[in-house]
C-alpha cells in the first residue's frame, strides 16, 4: 500500500505536469487523479479497512478560529508539525474501545502511526515524519480536517 507521502508526491507532480488525467494502480489500490475538476484522490484496495465506528461529527461546523496556545510553541525551531495530507475524519485510535496511537507526552519515530484519517469510508494511517515527543494534540477525536491542517505539534530530538 501507498505511503501518504507518496501519494502527496504523486499529487505534486500531476499537478506540475499538462496532464489533464492520471490513473495508478499497484497491488490492489488505484489511484485516479482528475486536474480540470480539481485533484480528487480516490484510493481502492483490495483488502478492508480496519474495522473503526465514526463518531457521528457535527453538520459541517465552520474551523475553529486559532488558539494562542498553538502560536507560542510554534515559535520554537524544535517544535514540528504533522498536518493533515488530505480531508477527512481525524481519529486517535483505530477503534473506539482502542487507546490512542499517542498522547502528549509520547515518543514518536519517524514512520510510527500517529493517527487515522478516513475519507470515503478508506481508513489512512498517519505517521511522524520526524523522531521528537508529542507536545500537542491540535484537533479533537472525529474532527473534520482540512488539507494542510496541523494535527500534531512535534518537539524534535
Known amino acids: 500500500m501507498l505511503k501518504v507521502q507518496d501519494i502527496q508526491t504523486l499529487i505534486e507532480l500531476v499537478d506540475r505536469s499538462s496532464l489533464d488525467e492520471f490513473e495508478y494502480e499497484n ?22 479497512a480496519p474495522a473503526a465506528q465514526a463518531q457521528a461529527a457535527p453538520a459541517a ?6 488558539q494562542p496556545a498553538e502560536t507560542a510553541p510554534a515559535e520554537d525551531k524544535n517544535l514540528h508539525k504533522i ?15 482502542d487507546p490512542p496511537f499517542v498522547q502528549v507526552g509520547s515518543v514518536v519515530s519517524t514512520g510510527s502511526i500517529v493517527c487515522m484519517i478516513e475519507a470515503m469510508k478508506l481508513f489512512n494511517e498517519i505517521e511522524a515524519e520526524v523522531d521528537g515527543e508529542i507536545v500537542e494534540i491540535l484537533v479533537k477525536d472525529g474532527q473534520l480536517v482540512e488539507f494542510g491542517q496541523p494535527l500534531f505539534l512535534v518537539k524534535t530530538n
Open 27 to 48: 497491488e490492489g489500490t488505484v489511484i485516479k487523479m482528475k486536474k480540470n475538476t480539481g485533484v480528487q484522490v480516490v484510493e481502492r484496495t483490495v483488502k478492508e
Open 83 to 97: 498536518v493533515s495530507p488530505m480531508v477527512g475524519t481525524f481519529y486517535q485510535a483505530a477503534s473506539p474501545d
Open 61 to 66: 461546523q465552520p474551523a475553529a478560529p486559532a
